[in-house]
């Protein structure tokens, strides 16, 4: 029993439930005892620190809203660390309605919802949806991003990296009219790699060498399930149709999620390109369209010629509708994707006019999944749940407890040479599901 939650069990995930904190042997228990206290911390940490500027950008009205902001968070990790009950949120934003109903469903289901009780994407949601709510509820913090340095930080962090994939880029897009097979999937899997960088696993910190993500050859191996030929056959089918990003993290991640956006457009194997951002700041490094603006301008008055000709470029494609940012806040709502075409059937409607959409990185892989502690060897198409708008393709560094589509005996292998394997970020995937099931 764990000392600190009577309601844990000293278990693993069983096969098929959600994944949720009360299986004290899980990544989930792990995450809502340990690591979400401490997010909210750094949050409270943060805002210290950031006391002067506030008060004088926003006087007497902006410290005592900071000071309603701190009470509510530290309320918020007092409320985590001693697995209370998930309030309802107060806030009178759109989404709150369907997060206060969903909590309501979930206790009329399975009893008192609790941090360490739900489903594990409910707890983790509802955590970020509560830092969005504390600022939402003052004057003069509403539009506050609490992760905003952070996310700063790790751009300039992999400006260098970023650099050297830049003048990469310029020159695989320069050397030949024709895409090529092997260009493509070299920048898919530097995209991949790119969603190493995440802040929310790393509490903030910025542990990657992103130099070493540059480096294909050795990361190969690491890659446990590759799809990538089959992606390829589904962008180069020739019709230069519409394809879809939903994104996940900024700073370098998000750069090479615009580098293969730049492929799939130089080489006219996409029409239109349109990215799906978060409305809210979430799980920190997560892209919001003022991230997005943010690192166009900066990349446009870079020193480094080759980040300003693409900084450039991508303005343009920007302003001339070739590249869409697309705010929607069905991503940030706290349920798997299988849910969408009930709550949000404009959003499925549209990503069936894509002709691919690559799903970025783990949460996404959570909801796309629906937070199931899969059998390994389940097939993508039965774990995605009748979630099937388009062909859809994932690429994904394993960071939380949940895999499926891997071959007979491999996580079994992963499991013996590492405990930590879903944990880590080190190891890759890139799946891919051609199941349509139209509205
Ligand atoms: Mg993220």
Redo the contacts with the bound molecule.
């Keep these: 029993m764990c000392d600190c939650n009577p309601e844990s069990m000293d278990l693993k995930t069983p096969r098929n439930v959600y994944l949720t904190a009360f299986y004290k042997r899980s990544f989930a228990h792990h995450t809502v005892k340990n690591r979400m206290p401490v997010i909210v911390t750094q949050v409270l940490d943060g805002l210290a620190r950031s006391k002067e500027q506030i008060a004088s950008e926003h006087g007497e009205e902006g410290q005592n809203d900071l000071k309603s902001v701190i009470g509510e968070l530290s309320k918020l990790k007092y409320e985590i660390q001693t697995n209370k009950s998930l309030r309802k949120l107060v806030s009178d934003a759109p989404d709150i309605k369907f997060y206060n109903d969903y909590i309501t469903g979930q206790s009329d289901k399975e009893g008192n919802v609790t941090f360490f009780s739900a489903i594990w994407l409910l707890s983790e949601c509802y955590m970020y949806r509560r830092i969005k709510e504390a600022f939402e509820m003052t004057n003069t913090l509403k539009n506050y991003d609490p992760f905003l340095k952070q996310k700063r930080d790790s751009h300039f962090q992999a400006l260098p990296v970023m650099a050297k994939l830049s003048q990469y880029l310029v020159e695989v897009l320069e050397k030949s009219e024709e895409p090529k097979k092997e260009d493509f999937i070299h920048l898919l899997k530097i995209n991949l790699w790119g969603n190493k960088c995440?802040?929310?696993l790393s509490n903030g910190e910025m542990t990657s060498n992103t130099d070493e993500l540059f480096n294909l050859e050795n990361l190969e191996p690491n890659i446990l399930c590759d799809d990538s030929e089959k992606v390829w056959m589904a962008v180069s089918g020739g019709q230069s149709p519409i394809i879809d990003i939903v994104f996940?993290?900024s700073g370098y991640e998000v750069f090479t999620d615009l580098c293969i956006a730049d492929y799939l457009t130089t080489k006219k194997l996409a029409s239109k390109i349109r990215f799906y951002v978060k409305t809210i700041p979430?799980?920190?490094?997560?892209v919001m369209i003022t991230d997005f603006r943010w690192m166009i301008d900066h990349l446009r008055m870079n020193v480094d010629e080759y980040l300003r000709q693409l900084g450039n470029k991508w303005y343009n494609y920007v302003e001339n509708g070739t590249w869409v940012v697309i705010e929607d806040n069905f991503w940030t709502l706290p349920v798997d994707f299988s849910y969408m075409r009930d709550v949000k059937l404009e959003l499925y409607k549209e990503l069936s006019k894509a002709t691919l959409v690559i799903f970025k990185?783990?949460?996404n892989y959570r909801k796309l999944f629906g937070e199931k502690n899969w059998d390994p060897t389940t097939p993508v198409d039965e774990a995605l749940q009748n979630f099937n708008p388009t062909k859809l393709c994932t690429l994904r560094t394993v960071k939380a407890d949940i895999v499926c589509g891997l071959p007979q005996g491999l996580a079994e292998k992963m499991e013996a040479i590492s405990e930590k394997w879903m944990e880590t970020g080190d190891y890759g995937l890139i799946q891919f599901s051609e199941k349509i099931v139209p509205v």
């Design positions: 995440d802040l929310s996940d993290n979430w799980f920190i490094s997560d990185g783990d949460l």
